[in-house]
């Protein structure tokens, strides 16, 4: 796990807390940053591992209490996650459906915003190029967050997964504002902006 001292931002006007997940049935990446303004900075990230002697149910049971733990801790403002993708291995995919229905239960019991987004967008997002490599996103997430380390790459994942949010809030909230012929006032309470990508 790595933590930082999410405090520095403070909750005032302009602020965001985005909690990312990339959902796996053996390892789920989770990442929370927070974001004021252009500037973005890693609260807590790291992945959540899961024996293969458990049983499928009771590892699902294992990632929704950590995932409800996240939430409680840190208190995002929204959750974001990885759209379902189509896969030739049937078996996979549908565990990685019983798993982001897990992360999506417990976002809504929490009562917190739920957004997702499909591998293209968040690799465009993060990255400016939709095909790109697990390891050209953990570079990019490690140089936009200001990591020392390169996160792993479930961790990263999730990462990459706030930030793409976070870019999408603040171009929504740029629009809305041109609609309506005002200046941004900045983050309303369920949105959050991000630093320029």
């Known amino acids: 796990m790595t933590q930082t001292d999410g405090r520095a931002h403070g909750r005032g006007p302009g602020f965001g807390r985005v909690?990312?997940?990339?959902?796996?049935?053996?390892?789920?990446?989770?990442?929370?940053?927070?974001?004021?303004?252009?500037?973005?900075r890693v609260v807590v990230s790291g992945v959540i591992v899961v024996s293969a002697r458990l049983s499928f149910p009771e590892r699902l049971k294992k990632i929704g209490d950590e995932v409800g733990r996240l939430i409680e801790t840190y208190s995002p403002d929204a959750v974001a996650v990885e759209e379902v993708f189509y896969s030739v291995?049937?078996?996979?995919?549908?565990k990685l459906g019983h798993v982001r229905g897990v992360a999506l239960f417990k976002a809504a019991d929490a009562a917190l915003p739920v957004h997702e987004y499909?591998?293209?967008?968040?690799?465009?997002?993060?990255?400016?190029?939709?095909?790109?490599?697990?390891?050209?996103?953990?570079?990019?997430?490690k140089m936009l967050l200001g990591l020392q380390e390169l996160p792993p790459e479930d961790a990263a994942d999730a990462l990459a997964v706030a930030l793409c949010h976070a870019h999408c809030a603040q171009t929504q909230e740029k629009l809305a504002s041109a609609r309506s012929g005002r200046t941004a006032p900045g983050l309303t309470a369920r949105a959050a902006q991000s630093p320029r990508i």
Request: aromatic residues 4%; glycine residues 14%.
């Open 19 to 40: 909690l990312g997940i990339d959902c796996g049935s053996a390892k789920t990446g989770y990442g929370v940053i927070d974001v004021k303004g252009r500037e973005a």
């Open 89 to 94: 291995n049937v078996k996979s995919a549908l």
């Open 118 to 141: 499909s591998p293209l967008q968040i690799k465009s997002s993060v990255v400016g190029y939709g095909r790109a490599d697990k390891n050209q996103v953990q570079q990019m997430v």
